[in-house]
């Protein structure tokens, strides 16, 4: 990256301005992102919790804008993402139902593997 010779470079700036909160880890199932909730920062230092497409309310509730009664601290919106991510639903299945079919998913993964790994081995043997 190029800049006015001589001049000093600034210097950058890291903060944390999103955190993801899920019951679904991101390596559990090839859709986990879906059922993450989002605490991002907005204006005048207050915090929102988003899934996407709504904000969270104080009664755990989605709004379909940041209304005011959505704005906290950043300590209340993580914990409240916290205490929203276990009922998070997603086309009619719950993150219960979700986690069980990631063991499945895992399973089916480990079973395709193994499989792979047979089928090398006989096109070795040739």
Same mark, same amino acid.
């Given at each position: 990256?190029?800049?006015?010779? /001589?001049?000093?470079? +600034?210097?950058? *700036?890291?903060?944390?301005?999103? $955190?993801?909160?899920?019951?679904?880890?991101? @390596?559990? &199932?090839?859709?986990?992102?879906?059922?993450?909730?989002?605490?991002?920062?907005?204006?005048?230092?207050?915090?929102?919790?988003?899934?996407?497409? /709504?904000?969270?309310? +104080?009664?755990? *509730?989605?709004?379909?804008?940041? $209304?005011?009664?959505?704005?906290?601290?950043? @300590?209340? &919106?993580?914990?409240?993402?916290?205490?929203?991510?276990?009922?998070?639903?997603?086309?009619?299945?719950?993150?219960?139902?979700?986690?069980?079919?990631?063991?499945?998913?895992?399973?089916?993964?480990?079973?395709?593997?193994?499989?792979?790994?047979?089928?090398?081995?006989?096109?070795? &043997?040739?």
């Amino acid at each position: 990256m190029s800049g006015l010779p /001589g001049a000093e470079q +600034p210097t950058a *700036v890291v903060r944390p301005s999103r $955190y993801t909160v899920t019951c679904v880890p991101p @390596d559990a &199932a090839p859709d986990a992102h879906v059922w993450a909730l989002h605490v991002e920062e907005k204006r005048d230092g207050n915090w929102v919790v988003t899934d996407g497409f /709504g904000y969270l309310g +104080p009664d755990l *509730v989605f709004e379909d804008r940041p $209304y005011p009664q959505c704005l906290f601290a950043v @300590d209340t &919106a993580l914990a409240l993402a916290k205490e929203a991510a276990p009922l998070v639903v997603i086309n009619g299945r719950t993150v219960t139902q979700a986690l069980e079919l990631t063991v499945a998913w895992r399973e089916q993964k480990a079973a395709d593997a193994r499989a792979r790994e047979q089928l090398a081995g006989e096109g070795g &043997a040739q």
